[in-house]
């Protein structure tokens, strides 16, 4: 695609729940806003939420995560999903862009293992979608 990170989360999401996330996390650590600035332009991004790794990982990973989302739960007005309806956007209805937190997290995982590139391996495999129901399979 020809989009990056930031154009992509813009085109089919409300922009600025991610510029709380993006907001708190240059003020809490200055270094790793100026790196997620720079994450955004690019153009990795590891969908879904779905990853293998030591349990030591996870939790460092997790800690990180949730400290961010807890800290912006508050400032992501999702009253704002109600009261824009006529936005059009790719997936515009508040059942879907109520999942905010999920969105920015897939985000985020992907920036986490982008900024701690030079501690962990990453080994990508494609996610492997079925057109038809689980019990249909």
Known sequence: ?????????E?????????????YIYHKNPKMG????????????????????????IDEYAE??????????????????????SHKISGDTWEYQRRA???IAERLF???LWYNKDRYKVISKPIVMYEKGYDEI
Do not use: C, G
């Open 101 to 103: 937190p999920a969105y």
């Open 64 to 85: 990180w995560l949730f400290a961010v989302l807890f800290a912006v739960d508050e400032d992501m007005d999702f009253n704002h999903f109600e009261l824009n309806a």
């Open 34 to 57: 100026k790196a997620l600035i720079e994450y955004m332009k690019s153009k990795t991004y590891y969908p879904a939420n779905m990853f293998i790794a030591k349990k030591k990982v």
């Open 1 to 9: 695609h020809s989009t990056n990170i930031y154009q992509h989360y």
């Open 110 to 112: 992907s920036f986490w």
């Open 11 to 23: 085109r089919n999401h409300f922009i600025e729940n991610l510029w709380f996330v993006m907001r």
